[in-house]
């Protein structure tokens, strides 16, 4: 069966109790295809089931939550699956999983988890903010995995006089810093005008990555393996 589900948490762990007995579930908020013989149930979320599933997975693994929250962040067509996959063999094991690499289940989420953390760490570095008029800071970028919010404390820190806009164009959604807290707000399309200052720097950032570029010893292979190339849509010196 595929069983359907809001894409919250709570609406997971409602799904997973329902699916836990059925070797073949296939657990999913997206739209599916369904094949012959599948049969699609929708599941209502109840909170209090939830509650106490998570509750009982705490038991198992204290930093359970943790692993479960990477992996529906993750961008991955089946990352729902294998969420389901992961915290099913964490309830038969009753202890602490992520370390059984050999097992299919586990690898399949640890790796997933690898590669939010991965491109968490990226962004810390190829985020580029632009100052607009009004003095707030506004950086648009398009992660593979919904990680707007876990990126904020990073710049918050590094940043924590300046209100900033954190604008994941693909989600469309933002995470807005006003200098002391910051929300989660949803976001299409941002009218920016930069300041002049920013205008000018701008030009120079560009103007000194030319001067310092050598076209007849370019490596683009290399480069690309230091900077990925669906990095560069919102970095001014690409431009």
């Given at each position: 069966m595929i069983y359907f589900f809001d894409g919250t948490k709570s609406g997971f762990l409602t799904a997973f109790l329902h699916a836990f007995d059925d070797p073949d579930a296939l657990l999913t908020s997206k739209k599916a295809q369904l094949t012959l013989g599948q049969t699609p149930v929708f599941i209502q979320t109840d909170e209090s089931k939830a509650a106490r599933a998570l509750q009982r997975l705490r038991s198992f693994d204290c930093e359970f939550e943790h692993d479960l929250d990477f992996l529906l962040r993750?961008?991955?067509?089946?990352?729902?699956?294998?969420?389901?996959?992961?915290?099913?063999?964490?309830?038969?094991?009753?202890?602490?999983?992520?370390?059984?690499?050999?097992?299919?289940?586990?690898?399949?989420?640890?790796?997933c988890m690898k590669k939010i953390g991965l491109e968490i760490h990226h962004f810390h570095g190829f985020i580029r903010f632009m100052e607009t008029q009004s003095g707030v800071l506004y950086a648009p970028f398009s992660p593979d995995n919904d990680i707007c919010d876990l990126l904020v404390p990073h710049f918050r820190a590094r940043l924590p006089q300046y209100p900033f806009v954190l604008h994941d164009v693909k989600r469309k959604t933002a995470a807005v810093y006003d200098g002391k807290n910051y929300?989660?707000?949803?976001?299409?399309?941002?009218?920016?005008?930069?300041?002049?200052?920013?205008?000018?720097?701008?030009?120079?950032?560009?103007?000194?990555?030319?001067?310092?570029?050598?076209?007849?010893?370019?490596?683009?292979?290399?480069?690309?393996?230091?900077?990925?190339?669906?990095?560069?849509?919102?970095?001014?010196?690409?431009?």
């Open positions: 993750s961008g991955m067509e089946n990352n729902e699956q294998i969420a389901f996959r992961y915290v099913r063999f964490l309830a038969k094991i009753k202890r602490p999983i992520r370390n059984q690499l050999a097992e299919s289940d586990v690898f399949a989420a640890v790796e929300f989660i707000a949803p976001l299409d399309k941002a009218d920016v005008l930069l300041s002049a200052d920013e205008t000018e720097w701008q030009a120079l950032w560009k103007k000194y990555y030319n001067a310092v570029n050598i076209p007849s010893r370019e490596r683009l292979k290399q480069m690309r393996g230091f900077m990925p190339v669906r990095y560069w849509k919102f970095m001014p010196e690409k431009q």
